[in-house]
């Protein structure tokens, strides 16, 4: 193939996700030839000096081939929970096979990641998954990272990889994730029902519209839709992370996008931001929210700190050291941040100045609620990021 300009080279560390459907045929099992195109895309980033993490799905839909004369296997339509855990468990093993070997063809070392939400959620966890990936890096070896679907429930688990690989991305640094999947881009409208629906090759920002683009949670028929790819886009572009959705039905997917093919750029966020604060503004859940008045909100915006007298209510329960969501009076977000007091105590003190907690607290606490520094301005965020759990393998 003819290689033009080589955008994706011009990057130094780069995440590729992998969708399901790219890997896995349900009737023959692994897509052998397009992985192996795929590793020497791979091998050619590498030769090019650019660190490569892939987030791998697959496990299930694996999983379910090779248990296919089992009743796992003959099992129409979407898993229970268990099942697909239990697909995930034997299709795991499969996939790890299939990329140690393909990429051991390239010459290139494969490193297997199980992650879970809170492993990127607990700030300890985190930092320890960042070093493991961050030693296979320097290794000169290619991560390969997944869900550990085997053991994590609704709670507690993604469900999908578009935001896991943008929170992989964040965390590692990466300036570039590149979403594969079997869309190859962003529409004004889900193309398959309007013909007008245009194509978006550059996005800036994140705005209200684009989100609306994307759709609803419940209108997505399988994990990781148009919807988790946005809000993927809104975490890797905090963190500084340019995100490119493209097709990868064909083989040598990153090759085509090299060479031109379409694809959707979302351009990264340019104001830097510390390793702290891209963790607080990819925490998936908050513990707690607080309503803040129109006067807290512009102070917020001109960098200053949540200070007691601005909220208006609080919800949940949280610890000193939780996020939680700081949202205007109609409720929408504008930031996230770690609560300084505990949920009893922010209760007693919301409404009142700083100088009155001494007497309320009988202690002097903190001066703000949250304090700038541990605070993200997230902008407007319509719905939970939390999409609701999707079965639909
Ligand atoms: N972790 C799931 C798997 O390996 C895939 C999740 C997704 O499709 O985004 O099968």
């Given amino acids: 193939m003819q290689k033009a300009t080589s955008p994706l080279q011009s990057y130094e560390r780069i995440v590729i996700k992998i969708g399901s459907a790219l890997l896995v045929d349900p009737d023959d099992g692994l897509r052998q030839q397009w992985l192996d195109a795929l590793c020497r895309d791979i091998a050619d980033l590498r030769k090019a000096g650019c660190d490569v993490m892939i987030v791998s799905s697959g496990a299930i839909a694996l999983g379910r081939t090779v248990m296919r004369h089992t009743t796992l296997g003959t099992a129409k339509g979407s898993l229970r929970l268990e099942e697909s855990q239990a697909a995930a468990a034997v299709g795991q093993i499969a996939l790890a096979k299939a990329w140690s070997q393909a990429l051991s063809q390239q010459q ?6 199980l992650l879970t939400l809170a492993d990127t ?3 300890r966890r985190y930092l320890n998954a960042r070093a493991t990936v961050g030693q296979l890096l320097m ?3 290619v991560p390969i990272i ?3 679907d085997t053991v994590a429930t609704s709670e507690i688990r993604y469900g999908d990889n578009d935001r896991l690989a943008a929170r992989v991305a964040s965390m590692i640094g990466a300036d570039l994730l590149v979403l594969l999947s079997d869309v190859d881009g962003l529409y004004t409208a889900p193309p398959k029902d309007n013909a007008d629906a245009k194509f978006l090759h550059r996005i800036a920002d994140i705005t209200p ?4 683009m994307a759709g609803d949670a419940g209108s997505e ?3 990781g839709g148009m919807k988790t790819k946005v809000e993927a886009a809104r975490i890797a572009t905090k963190a500084g992370c340019a995100m490119i959705i493209a097709s990868g039905k064909q083989d040598h997917p990153l090759d085509l996008i090299n060479s031109g093919a379409r694809h959707s750029l979302f351009e990264p966020g340019t104001s830097p931001v510390t390793a702290r604060k891209k963790w607080i503004a990819g925490q998936l ?3 707690g929210k607080f309503l803040i008045d129109p006067g807290a909100q512009r102070a917020l915006e001109t960098g200053k700190s949540l200070l007691p007298a601005g909220v208006k209510q609080i919800f949940g329960s949280f610890r000193r050291g939780d996020t939680v969501a700081i949202c205007t009076l109609e409720g929408e977000e504008i930031a996230r941040g770690l609560a300084a007091y505990d949920s009893e105590e922010a209760e007693l003190i919301a409404g009142c100045k700083s100088s009155e907690i001494v007497a309320i607290l009988g202690y002097s606490g903190r001066t703000a609620m949250v304090h700038r520094d541990d605070m993200v301005i997230t902008g407007v965020r319509r719905d939970e990021l939390q ?5 639909t393998m």
């Fill in 285 to 287: 859940e908050a513990a």
């Fill in 221 to 223: 028929l399988s994990r």
């Fill in 108 to 113: 290139l070392i494969a490193g297997q990641i």
């Fill in 209 to 212: 519209q684009i989100e609306a």
């Fill in 387 to 391: 999409t609701k759990q999707r079965e």
């Fill in 121 to 123: 959620k607990e700030r």
């Fill in 146 to 148: 997944n869900e550990n």
């Fill in 139 to 141: 290794a000169g070896a």
